[in-house]
């Protein structure tokens, strides 16, 4: 190998050796770049499971008080009916008592 060929060759390699080294800065900063990313995706990720665990506990919450709310209004269903049982049976009372009345006044049984 002559000088000549000798130094084109090792201008190659060094050429091909810068370039590599090139290409080896540029990966590297990529990966750096990826890898902040990562990063801040890990962070979001954290944050999105946190909300996920605060509405799992709301909707958990939500449904403890729905069922507390079945329960009484239930109960006061309840009451109403045995209030409005009781309000007719009063008032079926009443009527018959003022009917009695009205027909002892027809019949002039006046109680005096």
Known sequence: MTDEEMRKTMEF???HQAQFA???QSHEERLTRIEESMVRHDEKLAKIED???RVTGLVGAV???Q???EV???RT????????LSTEERLNA???TVERFISEKRDGKNGN
């Open 13 to 15: 390699i060094i050429e």
């Open 22 to 24: 090139a290409n080896i």
């Open 51 to 53: 909300n996920l665990d």
């Open 63 to 65: 449904a403890v008080a």
């Open 67 to 69: 069922a507390e709310t």
């Open 72 to 74: 009484k209004q239930a």
């Open 77 to 84: 269903e309840e009451r109403l009916n045995a209030f409005i």
């Open 94 to 96: 009443f009527i018959l």
